[in-house]
């Protein structure tokens, strides 16, 4: 990757970042909780969302999902209604209007909920890694930066409390001095072994859909601490 390329979209991310927690926190303020609107549900993340769901933390108010079955799964587990479903985010946004969609889908459909979102004002999160490619990500930063939407990528490990915590003594409290290096530990025994959802293994071991595999699934996050 080009050097000055990769700055501009690091540079730009973590604008955006910064950006969507103020316009998301600013939102959770006023109204006490998002209306959101999630696409795709073949992401196991997307039970970190349901949790909240069911906490009362958050209003889902649409769900784009093409497979049938993973729906039914979903409206029987959460006690879901047939009208929160929408065969795609298209459609989904023709009838609803949400404050963020939530993005739990294969990597390389993120851009589409982007370019779906973004002309109607919709700010969007997506799972890491951000996309594919530079060049799917530069695409992206350009649809936010003209439609003036955020765009948030959730990386898992940053609201981690130890996370958190090592930021403060390390960063803001200076406890171990100058930063001369910094090597990142991810990984778990494997995605089958741990036991995901077959929707979620099927793209997940994909390469024309989560390109470079563990590499990019792990390693983004030690990019993301650094």
Not at 38 to 53: E, K, Q, R
């Amino acid at each position: 990757m080009n050097a000055t390329v990769a700055g501009k979209i690091k540079k730009t991310s973590i604008g955006l970042l910064l950006l969507s927690l103020i316009s998301f926190t600013t939102v959770l303020m006023a109204q006490n909780k998002l209306n959101v609107a999630v696409a795709g549900l073949n992401h196991d993340h997307i039970f970190l969302i349901m949790n909240s769901y069911q906490k009362g933390e958050v209003n889902i108010i649409g769900i784009a999902e093409n497979n049938q079955e993973l729906a039914d799964r979903f409206k029987k587990r959460y006690k879901l209604p047939d009208s929160l479903f929408f065969p795609d985010i298209t459609s989904l946004l023709k009838k609803r209007k949400p404050d963020a969609v939530l993005a739990y889908n294969a990597i390389s459909d993120h851009l589409a909920i982007v370019e779906a979102a973004a002309p109607l004002g919709i700010s969007v999160m997506v799972e890491k890694p951000l996309a594919m490619t530079v060049k799917q990500a530069e695409r992206m930063v350009q649809l936010a930066q003209k439609y003036k939407i955020h765009l948030l990528t959730n990386y898992e490990t940053t609201w981690y409390p130890s996370n958190q915590e090592a930021y403060l003594n390390i960063k803001e409290q200076n406890a171990v001095g100058p930063i001369r290096k910094m090597i990142v530990h991810d990984g778990h025994q494997g995605p089958k072994e741990i036991g995901v959802s077959k929707e979620f293994l099927s793209w997940l071991t994909d390469p024309d859909k989560n390109g470079a595999g563990a590499l990019v699934d792990f390693g983004c996050y030690g990019a993301n601490l650094m």
